[in-house]
């Protein structure tokens, strides 16, 4: 009687057809090494066509706001075509101010919205569950948020260009650069700080309202602190908004109410970076803790 169940000697010569499929990675040992790229440019460009859809309310609506913030401030408060502040006319000297402070605030909107939208819609996990990291969906949802600034701060910028009388000349353009970047930057952060605390849409409006909004327009945008009591100008100095607006009317003035000289400048860059550092590692540990995002 012949054993079937024995290997036959061919068999070791004649190899399976079929490789067995390798195995899986060990439990808690990543797939992916290094920086997913392609994961963190997918959600960058997911946030960024979220926007882009509705550019009119998101890019061309703020800046028609903006505008209109100009036309009101320049015939209330400089009515007097001879008056100048910081050795410019009036409106030269606050448009750079609403300039930034349509970048920073739309930032904000931006972030504040992405992750508080899934948890209200029940879609957070597919935020959740692709392999990013916490970094890489920070990186994502900020870099978007702040590419939406740039976009509102261009068109506002090219709207004013048309406004008589004012002038966008740039003097200083590193400072137009770092501070228009680093405002958007702090805002986006903090947005997302937002996004993850909020349950509902009304949350995220009392931080606009009660928050963002105040700290903006309370910052210098149309005036100049030296105006102020000693005591309001301490609290002004206390405000980070008021630094990002007047180092990037430094860029555009050459003069800012910060301190005297470029090096008070360049303290308020330094103080503004670790302060957004400050922040990014804030919004990291609460990011990866899942507080109020995982059940």
Known sequence: MVDTTAPHPSDAAHPSATPSPPPFSPYGVPTLVGVNRVGVWSLFLKEVRRFMKVQTQTIWAPAVTTLLFLVIFSVAL???????????????????????????????????????AGKIQGTIIDLLMPPLSTGELMAGIVLAGMT????????????????????????????????????????????????????????????????VAPLSLLSGTFYTIDNLHPAFQAISRANPFFYVISGFRYGFVGQSDIGSGTGAVFWAAAALAAFNLVLALICYAVLRSGWRLKS
């Open 78 to 116: 400089g009515r007097d075509t001879g008056r100048e502040v910081l050795g410019v006319n009036f409106v030269s000297f606050i448009g750079p101010g609403l300039i930034v402070m349509a970048m920073m605030q739309n930032a904000f909107a931006n972030t504040s919205f992405s992750l508080l």
């Open 148 to 211: 939406r600034a740039v976009l509102v701060g261009a068109a506002v910028g090219a709207a004013m260009l048309l406004y008589p009388g004012l002038s966008l000349e740039i003097v200083h353009g590193w400072a137009v650069l770092y501070f228009g970047l680093a405002g958007a930057l702090m805002l986006a952060l903090f947005g997302l700080l937002a996004s993850i605390w909020a349950e509902k849409f009304d949350h995220n409006a009392a931080v606009t309202n009660f928050v």
